[in-house]
Each structure stands twice: as structure tokens, then as C-alpha cells.
Nanobody, 119 residues
Framework: VQLQASGGGLVQSGRSLRLSCAASGFTLDLYAIGWFRQAPGKEREGVACISRTDGSTYYSDSVKGRFTISKDNAKNTVYLQMNSLKPEDTAVYYC?????????????WGQGTQVTVSS
């Protein structure tokens, strides 16, 4: 099981970024996939999750209405579309499997991708 996150960068407040999480060694119908982030000096937090079967999605209150998680089973890739970015969204973003259901707990982690939002 491997996950590789990409797409981070430096953007101005209010702009958008799309992160990608390419999965290998398994197919996306086996595990729910979550996006997590960790800002300097803060604990890692879950921001979004997509189920393995019907594509149900879940979001933290801090990103609800601004971020959208989706997946392309043909490409075995999960995306995180981040709109209306704020400086407080600055963090290293990780994708991870969450088991059969969205639980808020990551199991197999990819390497992180840095997102920096300037004011």
C-alpha cells in the first residue's frame, strides 16, 4: 500500500489549489481515503475523507464549504480541491488510508505536500 501526495505550493489568500493523492498497491474501493494536515506547532488533524464504496464525503468544520474531496477510480487517485484558501490553511497535507470506513484515523500514510497561504 503506497500513497503519494502532490500539488502543494505557495498561493495568496483567496486562491485555490488542488492536491492529488496517487494510490498504488491497492484500489480505491478497498479503503476510505482521508486528507490530513499538520501546521507548525499543532497536532495533525483530519480535514476530509471519502468512502471506499458510495463516495460519501466528510469534512472538518474548518474546511466545510471550501474544500472538496473526490476520487477517480480509473486513475486510482484522490483529489482535494481547496478554494478560498486562508493563511490558517497553511500546513503540510497528507493523504492516508482510513480502513474500511472514514474514521478520522490514518493508517497508511503518504509523504506530505506543503501548502503555504500568504495573506
Amino acid at each position: 500500500v503506497q500513497l503519494q501526495a502532490s500539488g502543494g505550493g505557495l498561493v495568496q489568500s483567496g486562491r485555490s489549489l488542488r492536491l492529488s493523492c496517487a494510490a498504488s498497491g491497492f484500489t480505491l474501493d478497498l479503503y476510505a481515503i482521508g486528507w490530513f494536515r499538520q501546521a507548525p506547532g499543532k497536532e495533525r488533524e483530519g480535514v476530509a475523507c471519502i468512502s471506499r464504496t458510495d463516495g460519501s464525503t466528510y469534512y472538518s468544520d474548518s474546511v466545510k464549504g471550501r474544500f472538496t474531496i473526490s476520487k477517480d477510480n480509473a486513475k486510482n487517485t484522490v483529489y482535494l480541491q481547496m478554494n478560498s484558501l486562508k493563511p490558517e490553511d497553511t500546513a503540510v497535507y497528507y493523504c492516508a488510508t482510513e480502513g474500511y470506513y472514514c474514521s478520522g484515523y490514518g493508517r497508511n500514510w503518504g509523504q506530505g505536500t506543503q501548502v503555504t497561504v500568504s495573506s
